[in-house]
């Protein structure tokens, strides 16, 4: 079975200051990783994925994320968040090469809150 | 194309009722699946399905059944609502051949 651990449950950060959200997985075979993010009363939205290749993923809305094999991590980054990225974000895990239909098992969720 | 979409948005039921949320999608996806969200605990999967006519446990499938009769459609039922399945039901859907899960507004269901 899969597991994820997001380490940190708040994030506070000031507007344009640089912003990295942790995200640790476990599972005894390759996975494929995501980051959803979901503002206030609305449905998750896909930030950026790992499946395969380079291990820098970049994402919607100037987010990115690196993949380390050996850390077993995928940590997300944004060089300087707005106040409109306040919001809670989501790292997630499937088992890679479609056995499992794709199920995901997700992290407890951060929650980031941008302030002026 | 309105992507997933979940009816009702909002309920309140007493405990023992009975109800059915609606999931549809648009996008002629083969997966479809329903989720709950606690506070701090994620998403945790209830049911799933790769196809119509066919369903699946997920992680916290006890007191939800589901039925997939029509590829656009899943549903979700409570037989017997309990304060305990208080929460965010989410539903998403994905492509068989992509793994991006596409997920709908979300319905907040209060059991008193």
């Known amino acids: 079975a899969q597991s994820v651990t997001q380490l940190d449950s708040q994030v506070p950060v000031f507007e344009e200051a640089p912003v990295e959200l942790r995200c640790n997985y476990s599972s005894s075979v390759s996975v494929y990783l995501f980051w959803y993010v979901q503002y206030p009363n609305q449905g998750l939205q896909l930030l950026l994925k790992?499946?395969?290749?380079?291990?820098l993923v970049k994402g919607i809305n100037g987010f990115e994320a690196e993949f380390n094999k050996s850390q077993t991590s995928f940590h997300l980054r944004k060089p300087s968040v707005h106040i409109s990225d306040t919001a809670e974000y989501f790292c997630?895990?499937?088992?890679?090469?479609?056995?499992?239909?794709?199920?995901?098992?997700f992290g407890q969720g951060t929650i980031l809150t941008v302030h002026p | 194309n309105a992507g997933v979409t979940q009816t009702p948005k909002f309920r309140v039921l007493k405990t023992g009722q009975s109800m059915t949320l609606l999931c549809a999608q648009d996008m002629n996806h083969e997966y479809m699946y329903w989720y709950r969200q606690d506070p701090g605990m994620g998403l945790r999967l209830i049911h799933y399905s790769v196809g119509e006519g066919t369903t699946a446990k997920g992680e916290v499938p006890d007191g939800y059944n589901v039925s997939r009769l029509k590829k656009q459609n899943f549903l979700l039922g409570l037989e017997s609502a309990a304060p305990s399945q208080t929460s965010v039901y989410f539903c998403?859907?994905?492509?068989?051949?992509?793994?991006?899960?596409?997920f709908g507004p979300g319905t907040r269901l209060l059991v008193l």
């Open positions: 997630a895990v499937s088992v890679a090469g479609g056995t499992s239909y794709g199920k995901l098992t």
């Open positions: 998403a859907s994905s492509s068989q051949y992509q793994e991006t899960q596409y």
């Open positions: 790992y499946l395969s290749g380079s291990t």
